[in-house]
């Protein structure tokens, strides 16, 4: 198509049952940032931008966060992963563990590849693949 040569990806939302808990889990064990936060109360939902980089340049993670909400989300059968590159994902998933963060599927090499992943999975459930770079 043309003319697409200017588009880039801008952010991924997902739905989370506890802000706190989302923010602390994206920030304190994925290093991520808070770049910004509103809140929409004739909506009442706060969304919640997330990232490793300035949102001119850097795609984000936006947590919507529903404040009725009581029961968890569920994911559907379309949602895969979000993924994250680490430079030692065995020392990477190892401080996870130590912290209580679910990892279904240790470190090692991908079926079918080389390439070390892993996947770990945030307070709502959802997957976050690690691959180790560098």
Not at 23 to 34: C, E, P, S
Not at 65 to 86: C, I, K, M, R, T
Request: aromatic fraction near 10%; hydrophobic fraction near 35%; proline fraction near 4%.
């Amino acid at each position: 198509m043309a003319g697409t040569d200017a588009y880039r990806l801008l952010h991924t939302m997902i739905r989370v049952k506890d802000q706190d808990k989302s923010i602390d889990f994206y920030t304190r064990h994925l290093g991520m940032k808070v770049i910004r936060q509103k809140e929409f109360e004739g909506g009442r939902f706060t969304n919640t931008f997330i990232g490793y980089g300035d949102e001119s340049s850097e795609a984000v993670i936006e947590l919507t966060y529903n404040w009725d909400q009581d029961e968890p989300y569920s994911h559907g059968s379309g949602f895969g992963h979000l993924a994250v590159g680490v430079p030692d994902i065995y020392a990477t998933c190892e401080a996870l563990e130590a912290e209580g963060v679910s990892i279904p599927r240790k470190p090692g090499p991908m079926k079918h590849g080389t390439t070390v992943i892993a996947f770990i999975e945030d307070p709502d459930g959802y997957k976050i693949e690690l691959i180790e770079q560098g």
